[in-house]
């Protein structure tokens, strides 16, 4: 038993760093903008297909997911002006539906560009097995973790240390305002989707190399486990939508030693924050804000 209950913690801590990636982008984005952008997860996807295509071509894998992470990076900061910008500043429902309906059309437009069926993706990172503390891992999920807190670690630098970082913090905290005073709100949120979609590029690459396989709907999947983890964390937190992806990788992965669902186990989560903490570990927003 002891040696499940170590199992399920690592292999959670491997799962929760993917969700931290993806929790990244949703809390900057609603820093900046105030709405939960429900089409994010796709970006997951974008970023693994393009990868799996440019690895088909025969291009090296490093290559291969740099430029997929840059050309998801412009995708979503085009998606920003192109659709998100017109509706900034709409109360209501608008931005969410937007959201929404951008996420069903990714998803069937990927399914028509690269199709229904399962695509196969394979990497020598997880194809190798390595023993830590008696466990049999990959170097892939021993690197996942270690990627993870070093992004957390220069987004901490970026948002505290440079001109574009204040640009972002000061957009958050009062658009208005910062307007008044000479901020380029809008160079702020096209930095913000430009970080957040690579962000979930990454992510998506790293799931695409661990299970092998993508699908069109698999980022919106994951894109919900990272929304819940953005909730457990605390909406606008860069360390809290960290802490809120590892803890809920680990609760998933005990919790489905108990129960026959994963999925199960991240509402059960998510219900039990909105009913005692709605604001989150770490509280940026008040809850009735969230």
Known sequence: MGTLILQAVLYGLVTGSVYALVALGYSL?????????????????LGAYVT????????PLLWAALAAIV????????????????????????????????SVLLQNAMALAFGNNPRAFSSSLSDTSVRLLGLSLTPLHVAIPLVVAAVMLVLLVVFKRTT?????????????LAAALG?????????????????????????????????PNTGFSFGIKAFIATVLGGIGS?????????????????????????????????ILVLLIRPAGLLKVFPAERV
Do not use: C, W
Request: net charge neutral.
């Open 29 to 45: 984005i609603f820093g900046v903008l105030r709405f939960i952008n429900f089409a994010h997860g796709e970006m997951m996807t």
């Open 238 to 270: 860069i360390p809290g939508a960290v802490i809120g992806g590892l803890a809920l990788g680990v609760i998933e992965n005990l919790g489905f030693l108990a129960l026959p669902s994963k999925d199960a186990v991240a509402f059960i989560v998510l």
């Open 183 to 215: 901020f380029d709100v809008n160079r702020a949120s096209s930095f913000t989707f430009l970080l957040s979609s690579g962000l979930a590029a990454l992510a998506g690459i790293m799931v695409a190399m661990d299970v092998h396989i993508m699908m």
């Open 71 to 102: 050309l998801v990076a412009l995708f979503g900061m085009a998606i920003e002006r192109v659709v998100y910008r017109p509706l900034r500043g709409m109360s209501g429902a608008a931005p969410l539906l937007t959201a929404i309906g951008l």
């Open 52 to 59: 799996i295509v440019l690895v088909s071509a025969n291009v």
């Open 164 to 176: 574009i970082g204040r640009f972002v913090r000061a957009s958050a905290d009062n658009p208005q």
